[in-house]
């Protein structure tokens, strides 16, 4: 009796130092906060779905994508956004395109107006900071790499890393990009007559195989692991979204968290063979992305990476410069397969710029390419390979007219932005390469609304070497192929981190 006297006040004493606290935190950010957020949204005349407990709207998210993704669009449809984004289109359609939903209990602000879009972009205040992902996430792009560090370190990061991305050092590029590219020619060679061939997969090779040897000096077999892992490990990533994050349960070993962690033990160990491979050359570490980063680790000065950034550097690399590219070349592709027409003005082009079988050489020759050029932008425009990003408000700020709290992230619908009549003119779902006549500023009624590559200081460092391969990869299969569509080809975009074709892009090969 005298014990549980004792014990009992004890017990409720424990309870009232370590639990109580918790769950007076829980109540804040579970209950409070999304009650408060939505009446000062509400206030500034914004709503949106209700707030679920715990939930948010990710529920609502996955049955109305679920139900999308069963459907297949009419090809000649440019109409993607309500296919790959439902929920974003009902939200618009019942609450304005300024609206607020809940991934699980955090507030997501989704902005398409592009004046506001570009003011936190063009930011320089620190006060809009890239969205934190889910832990799971860093895995695959590393949270060290310049994608993901913010302030002093994101500087550093991007003066040591900009070398890599020069006009000089893009130009030494071509040259790898020519000879990766001959060399997956050399493999389609035995197509004698008109033949499918999978171009969603040929291209992901192509590319990976560029930017393993552009890079790391990898080739494709040694960087083949790194993607390999990547891809297993995105899987993973791609069905945790659609549950709630929980803090902390990234470190419960559950089947998908001890799949996770060894894929991230297996991919770092992959990344630092082929760094630890260049440290024991004896020659020295050379000028591309990797050896600049090595180098950069012996430096006396500020402008240093350790060997942890290097890795996560690579990791980020390996996914921004492999995924993206080969869906800007699989939607071109796409595009060209279905616009005879365009196909041929872009032969006619490269026929007249490189000829019909010199192999091009120069980087200068493929700036004289202006309507690929056009053409490239319209297809960044319609099917653009990152088709959202967000920002973080870090305080409580004003924006224009909108008064956003701290915390808040804020989502860029690109896919809705890049479609909208009111900024592209009435035939903004219409592929016309046209409208980039006069360059990318004047195309639409905003001088930013293209914003495939984003804007300001955190614009996609590699972006000129994206547009590089993409036109060296086009130019040297216009010279030798005629594409059209295969009648195996469904049209059906689907967002998987980047803008893919759920089906792949089954295309026939005519040899010229
Ligand atoms: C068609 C190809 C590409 C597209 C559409 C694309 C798009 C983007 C976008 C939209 C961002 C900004 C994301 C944000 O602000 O949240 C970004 C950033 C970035 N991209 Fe790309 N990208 C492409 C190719 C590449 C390539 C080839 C590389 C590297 C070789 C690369 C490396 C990066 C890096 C490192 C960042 C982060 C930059 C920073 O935060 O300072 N990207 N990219």
């Known amino acids: 009796m005298e014990l549980i006297t004792l014990v009992n006040p004890i017990l409720s004493l424990l309870v009232l130092l370590f639990v109580a606290p918790k769950m007076f935190n829980a109540f804040i950010i579970l209950v409070w906060q999304p009650f408060v957020l939505t009446r000062r949204f509400k206030k500034q005349g914004i709503s949106g779905p209700k707030y679920r407990f715990l939930y948010g709207n990710i529920d609502e998210i996955n049955k109305m994508k679920r139900e999308s993704y069963v459907s297949v669009l009419d090809q000649n449809s440019n109409d993607i956004f309500p296919r790959i984004f439902p929920h974003y289109q009902k939200w618009i359609s019942l609450y304005g395109e300024t609206f607020l939903y809940w991934n699980g209990a955090e507030p997501m602000l989704c902005i398409s107006d592009h004046e506001l879009v570009k003011q936190i972009l063009s930011s320089k205040s620190g006060f809009f900071v890239k969205s934190k992902i889910r832990p799971e996430f860093y895995t695959l792009v590393g949270m060290k790499g310049l994608a993901f560090v913010e302030g002093v370190d994101w500087i550093r990061h991007k003066r040591i890393l900009n070398p890599a991305f020069s006009i ?27 033949q499918e061939m999978e171009m969603k997969r040929e291209f992901r090779r192509l590319t990976a195989d560029i930017i393993a040897t552009a890079a790391f000096g990898s080739s494709y077999t040694e960087g083949i692991e790194v993607f390999r892992t990547q891809e297993e490990l995105k899987k993973g990533c791609v069905s945790c979204l659609t549950n709630i994050y929980i803090p902390g349960t990234q470190y419960l070993p559950t089947p998908l968290n001890i799949r996770i962690w060894k894929l991230d033990r297996k991919m770092k160990n992959s990344v630092k063979k082929i760094v630890d491979s260049r440290l024991q050359s004896e020659q020295d570490y050379g000028d ?40 800007l070349l699989t939607w071109t592709t796409m595009l060209l397969s279905l616009h005879q027409d365009w196909q041929e003005k872009l032969r006619d082009e490269v026929f007249q710029e490189c000829g019909k079988d010199k192999t091009p ?8 390419l202006k309507l690929m050029n056009m053409v490239f932008l319209e297809s960044l425009r319609l099917y653009s390979p990152v088709s959202f990003f967000s ?3 870090t305080k409580d700020l004003t924006l224009g007219h909108l008064k956003i709290p701290k915390g808040t992230t804020i989502v860029f619908p690109l896919m809705k932005m890049h479609s909208d009549k009111a900024i592209w003119g009435s035939d903004a779902d219409k592929f016309n390469p046209l409208r980039f006549e006069n360059g990318v500023s004047r195309a639409a009624k905003h001088p930013n609304a293209l914003l495939a590559f984003s804007m300001g200081p955190r614009v996609c460092i590699g972006q000129n070497f994206a547009m590089m391969e993409a036109k060296i990869v086009l130019t040297m299969i216009l010279q030798r192929y005629r594409l059209s569509l295969s009648s195996e080809y469904k049209h059906a975009p689907v967002d998987q981190l980047t803008l893919t074709p759920q089906y792949g892009l089954p295309v026939m090969l005519q040899p010229l």
């Open 288 to 327: 591309d992305l990797l050896g600049i980063m090595l180098k950069s680790c012996e430096s006396r000065n500020e402008r240093k990476l350790s060997i942890e950034e290097i890795i996560d550097e690579c990791k980020t690399f390996f996914f921004a410069g492999y995924e993206t590219n080969s869906n």
């Open 361 to 368: 050489d120069s980087s200068d020759t493929f700036s004289k």
């Open 168 to 194: 000089d050092r893009l130009k030494v590029m071509t040259k790898v990009m020519v000879e990766c590219t001959l060399r997956i020619l050399d493999e389609w060679s035995h197509v004698k007559r008109e």
């Open 391 to 393: 920002r973080d408000a």
